[in-house]
Nanobody, 115 residues
Framework: QVQLVESGGGLVQAGGSLRLTCAAS????????MGWYRQAPGNERELVAQ???????NYADSVKGRFAISRDSVWRTLYLQMNRLKPEDTAVYYC?????????WGQGTQVTVSS
């Protein structure tokens, strides 16, 4: 099983930037993909960005051109660079890993964007 710990959240003004980090420990052999999701109060959890083992990435339309997902070479650290943040980006951000069909989630990190 994979353990995921997110960090880097906080309070930022609109237009600012944050970089989220997800540290992965445990068994990651056979990893399929990792990604970032977010959940705002009253909303369902939604995909923000995902990266797969072949290097492909996909993003929610709402963050394209502003956010960038990346990882280290051994799949132990996942990043989300968030630029030009908007108040509607306010949410708890979760890291997710899929390893051989088994999904693991982190505990989440709060991102708050003030207007």
């Amino acid at each position: 099983q994979v353990q995921l710990v997110e960090s880097g959240g906080g309070l930022v003004q609109a237009g600012g930037s944050l970089r989220l980090t997800c540290a992965a420990s445990g068994a990651i052999v056979g990893i399929n993909n990792m990604g970032w999701y977010r959940q705002a109060p009253g909303n369902e959890r939604e995909l923000v960005a995902q990266i797969t083992t072949d290097g492909s990435t996909n993003y929610a339309d709402s963050v394209k051109g502003r956010f960038a997902i990346s990882r280290d070479s051994v799949w132990r650290t996942l990043y989300l660079q968030m630029n030009r943040l908007k108040p509607e980006d306010t949410a708890v951000y979760y890291c997710k890993a899929n390893v051989r069909g088994f999904t693991s989630w982190g505990q989440g990190t709060q991102v708050t964007v003030s207007s």
